[in-house]
């Protein structure tokens, strides 16, 4: 078990009924709001009635910012941060998934940087300074809504790639499952890889000892299993998507990273994958996840593979290897029973960009923490997924 540093600030607002202290919230923090969305589901909904009567209702200007897309856009960054400086924004607020939140998060940081905004995302510059946020949480999935980073995409050089820092820590999140009854069965499925995805990264690495993480890690899989496919069935089922809505902030607030290293294979890929094709990310996770597994196991990493399949999946298998398998199949199927797709052909992929994929993933870097993957690693796993 590794040492570690533990710190997130982000207070929760739990349950239905939260939306009624936004206003007090964002008070303690600001007084002029930047309201940033997406592509108007809030409307339809009500949520969008609701925190704008909440502005108007205790005098809180505020200016919106609509649209963000999907895969939020470094345009949109700079969009905001400008709307912040010509009417003197001194708080944001996210309403929608995480790529609102994270759009949120990068304007607030440009809003306060001299420079480009993209400097804070290819490397030339740190994020230390940043307006507050808060969020109203609408999908279950990134975890934006707990912790520090920001996922952006670069439109003009098809590159999508992280950045953040403790400035990016919403000061509040509102998280009202039943604010996610209306979220389609395609997005909720996303929702659900997203959420595993994130647990893999941590879970699978060769700590030791890392128990209590561990266990923690596999009970938060264990629920999107469980869960995930009641909420597709039944939208409107409070208990599941109360329990996926708290699995999403739980995989990537920090708490099961504790003691453990990151192995980034599937995020790093798969955010190289949607900035060249621009597909749902949960999408491209599902695609990845089970080739990546196969890929990896080898006499080394089978017992992490078999504790998963064991743990998470019930496997009764005594063989590690035949464990290990068992376990990547049942993943493979609980996917494809939620309506995603096995193969990149099946969303338009093919060979002919994968050396542009890889670049964009990793450069020539080497990376992995469960077993170590060199570009040439990679770019045979992508084939592999065609």
């Avoid at 520090?148 to 050089?157: D, F, H, K």
């Amino acid at each position: 078990m590794q040492n570690f540093r533990f710190y997130n600030p982000t207070q929760i607002l739990f349950g239905q009924g939260q939306i009624e202290h936004l206003a007090v919230e964002i008070l303690k923090h600001g007084r002029k709001v930047l309201f940033v969305y997406g592509k108007g589901s809030i409307k339809k909904t009500g949520i969008y009635a609701e925190v704008v009567r909440q502005l108007n209702q205790h005098a809180i200007p505020f200016v919106e910012l609509g649209g963000v897309d999907p895969n939020p856009r470094i345009s949109t960054v700079r969009q905001g941060a400008q709307l912040c400086r010509e009417h003197q924004i001194d708080f944001i607020l996210a309403v929608g998934g995480g790529s609102t939140i994270d759009c949120s998060k990068a304007i607030a940081a440009a809003a306060l940087y001299d420079g480009d905004p993209w400097d804070f995302w290819c490397g030339k510059a740190t994020i230390r300074h940043a307006l507050p946020i808060g969020s109203v949480l609408t999908l279950s999935a990134t975890g934006s809504e707990m912790n520090s980073g920001t996922v952006i995409s670069n439109e003009e050089t098809l590159e999508k790639t992280g950045s953040g820092g403790d400035a990016l820590f919403p000061r509040f999140s509102i998280l009202d499952p039943a604010y996610t009854f209306t979220v389609p069965a395609d997005q909720t499925a996303a929702g659900v890889v997203d959420i595993m995805t994130h647990v893999y990264e941590f879970y699978f690495s060769r700590e030791q000892f890392a128990t209590l993480t561990d266990s923690i890690s596999e009970m938060i899989l264990k629920t999107c299993i469980h869960y995930g496919p009641i909420a597709i069935a039944e939208p409107q089922n409070y208990e599941a998507r109360a329990n996926l809505m708290w699995a999403s902030s739980l995989a990537l607030n920090g708490t099961i990273k504790v003691g453990k290293s990151f192995d980034g294979f599937n995020h790093l890929t798969e955010h190289a994958l949607s900035a060249v094709y621009d597909i749902t990310h949960g999408v491209g996770l599902a695609i990845l996840a089970p080739y990546w597994m196969e890929y990896v196991l080898d006499a080394e990493t089978a017992p992490a593979l078999a504790a998963f399949a064991r743990n998470v999946w019930d496997v009764s298998i005594a063989d590690n290897f035949e464990a290990a398998r068992e376990g990547i199949r049942r993943t493979r199927q609980f996917y494809t029973s939620m309506g995603m797709p096995q193969r990149l052909g099946q969303v338009g992929i093919g060979a002919d960009r994968l050396d542009e994929i890889v670049e964009k993933a990793v450069g020539t870097r080497t990376i992995g923490s469960l077993k170590p993957l060199t570009p040439a690693d990679i770019h045979r796993i992508l084939v592999l997924a065609l």
